[in-house]
Structure formats: C-alpha cells, structure tokens
Nanobody, 123 residues
Framework: QVQLVESGGGLVQPGGSLRLSCVAS????????MGWFRQAPGKEREFVAGIRWGVGNTYYADSVKGRFTISREGAKNTVNLQMNSLGPEDTAVYYC????????????????WGQGTQVTVSS
C-alpha cells in the first residue's frame, strides 16, 4: 500500500512559479511511474508529467514542456513538480499518482492517488 500526500499549491500571478511536492509512504519499486495529473473545473483529469522512480526517465504533456520540470528525491521518497511561466490555463487541482506498471498517460492506469492540491493562476 502506498499513500501520497501533496503540498505546495496556492495562488500565483500569471508568469509566476510554484513548486509542488508529493511525499510517498510505503514501498516504491523502481518500475513505478510517479505522475502528476491535473483537473480543471468541468474538464477531465489530464496527465501533466511523470518520472520513472528507478532510472529517472521523465515524461511531459505537450502543454507543459519547457515550463514544468519533474524530479525525485529518493532518500525522501518525494517527487517534485517545478512549474514556471504559469498561466490561467494551468489553474486546476493537481494530483500526485503512482502507477506500479510504468509509464501511462491514462489516469485509470494509476493505482494510488493523493488528495490533490489547488493551483490558481490569477492576477
């Protein structure tokens, strides 16, 4: 069993930055894909970024490439999402998730989820 707890959300002005963190408790296998998803009001949950726990391969949605960076801190069982050049379109609840079977952009493939953290980009 894995539990995920996100932190770091908040209100930021357009063009600003935020850093989200996800602390995982329980066993994380090297093949696990740790992902970030987001869901805006009235929209489906969408994949944002992912990192393979063991080798560190990273994956990004086209909409965030060049602006967001995902990283992991193995000793702390933590996955971070550095978000730069934020715009109103990035406003959403952001969720951390774990997929025991590796890379996927489909939310249904993920086994564990955090409670979510709100990110609001507004002037």
């Amino acid at each position: 069993q894995v539990q995920l707890v996100e932190s770091g959300g908040g209100l930021v002005q357009p063009g600003g930055s935020l850093r989200l963190s996800c602390v995982a408790s329980g066993r994380i296998f090297s093949s696990t894909l740790m992902g970030w998803f987001r869901q805006a009001p009235g929209k489906e949950r969408e994949f944002v970024a992912g990192i393979r726990w063991g080798v560190g391969n990273t994956y990004y949605a086209d909409s965030v490439k060049g602006r967001f960076t995902i990283s992991r801190e193995g000793a702390k069982n933590t996955v971070n999402l550095q978000m730069n050049s934020l715009g109103p379109e990035d406003t959403a609840v952001y969720y951390c998730a774990a997929n025991r079977n590796g890379y996927s952009t489909m939310s249904a493939s993920y086994d564990y989820w955090g409670q979510g953290t709100q990110v609001t980009v507004s002037s």
